[in-house]
């Protein structure tokens, strides 16, 4: 029970891996402040509110939606001690000189721009408290650039590149900033668009959230601005 009486805030809550990862911290003892765009997805993954949950419906791109729901959250439970950021969102592209302003914002804005948001509205309250643990999922495509895949690689190294700023400005306020690179995560949207792949090589949804979890933790305490891979077989 590493995580009783403490407050975890999951964005991207209703997807495959945002289930497993609140199911993992809820197994051992936290409460949940579960946020997803889609209310209807978060109903079906959680119920409605009650108990150690808050769902929380609000879109990670609206800082004053984000605000809201960090409010109703310490309204309830009246701190939030780790905050996982697993929203996001994959697209193939284009060549780089092909590449839409649409897709660009888009990838930006809902990987790298809801850290942003959430950074803003639940790290005041951390430094308040003196403590708290942030982990991030960035991806191994951060990397290095791939064809086709310029505005996702290039926003998910975004988020390696926020995590390390805000561990290097947070760490002596007692905040840990960690991020996760996964490999190709084995969800059903996933076997879906890629139904001939080796699906025994790709990462299993409950180990990333072990690490995510493990990050989360006390025995992290000395772990800062680190990117680790999560590859599954591959």
Not at 187 to 202: E, H, I, Y
Request: aromatic share 4%.
């Amino acid at each position: 029970m590493r995580f009783q009486g403490r407050v975890v805030m999951v964005t991207g809550a209703a997807g495959a891996l945002g289930r497993m990862v609140a199911a993992t911290f809820e197994r051992e003892g936290a409460s949940l402040v579960l946020l997803d765009a889609s209310a209807e997805g978060l109903r079906a993954a959680f119920g409605e509110a009650g108990g150690t949950r808050l769902p929380v419906a609000a879109d990670l791109t609206d800082d004053a939606a984000v605000r809201r729901a960090v409010d109703a959250a310490l309204a309830r439970f009246g701190r939030i001690d780790v905050l996982c950021n697993i929203a996001g969102a994959f697209r193939m592209g284009p060549p780089v000189h092909e590449t839409p302003a649409e897709l660009w914002r888009f990838m930006m804005d809902v990987n790298a721009g809801t850290v942003l948001s959430t950074a803003r509205a639940v790290v005041p309250t951390m430094l308040a408290a003196g403590s708290g643990r942030i982990v991030n999922v960035s991806a191994a495509a951060s990397r290095e650039g791939k064809a086709g895949m310029a505005a996702y690689c290039a926003s998910k190294d975004a988020v390696t590149r926020l995590t390390e700023s805000m561990a290097a400005e947070l760490r002596d306020r007692g905040i840990n900033v960690n991020c996760v690179l996964p490999s190709i995560i084995d969800t059903p949207q996933n076997r879906k668009d890629m139904p001939d792949a080796d699906f025994a090589r790709w990462v299993a949804p409950a180990a990333l959230a072990e690490v995510i979890a493990f990050l989360a933790s006390d025995a992290a305490r000395a772990v800062h601005g680190a990117a680790i891979p999560v590859v599954g077989l591959s």
